[in-house]
């Protein structure tokens, strides 16, 4: 059984920084495209970063571009993202989810191309 689970969410000001952990187990990390995902209430789960199997290609979305940053450790099983310069319109549930990358440089930006979410961590940033 996979399982992803996120951690590091927390209450913040805006300008401050949060770097977010998600820990995977019951699959071959190291062939797993990683991505996260947000869902700030009342709005759709929107994609926020991705990362390919082999770490080598990321995305992110123009929201996020500059200020956040996706990283993997495969000897950890662990996927990042760290988040500087928060802003209000930042806060939302963060969800990591992975799936099987056709390649060890594939990338998804498409939530349905993922098979496998965490419960999700709350991100709150004040102003």
């Known amino acids: 059984q996979v399982q992803l689970v996120e951690s590091g969410g927390g209450l913040v000001q805006a300008g401050d920084s949060l770097r977010l952990s998600c820990g995977v187990s019951?699959?071959?990390?190291?062939?797993?495209?990683m991505g996260w995902f947000r869902q700030a209430p009342g709005k759709e789960r929107e994609f926020v970063s991705a990362?390919?199997?082999?770490?080598?290609?990321?995305l992110s979305a123009n929201s996020v571009k500059g200020r956040f940053t996706i990283s993997r450790d495969n000897a950890k099983n662990t996927v990042y993202l760290l988040m500087n310069s928060l802003k209000p319109e930042d806060t939302a549930i963060y969800y990591c989810?992975?799936?099987?990358?056709?390649?060890?440089?594939?990338?998804?930006?498409?939530?349905?191309?993922?098979?496998?979410w965490g419960q999700g961590t709350q991100v709150t940033v004040s102003s």
């Open positions: 990362i390919s199997p082999d770490g080598g290609k990321r």
């Open positions: 019951g699959r071959t990390f190291s062939y797993s495209a």
């Open positions: 989810a992975a799936t099987a990358g056709r390649t060890s440089t594939s990338v998804y930006s498409s939530e349905h191309e993922y098979n496998y």
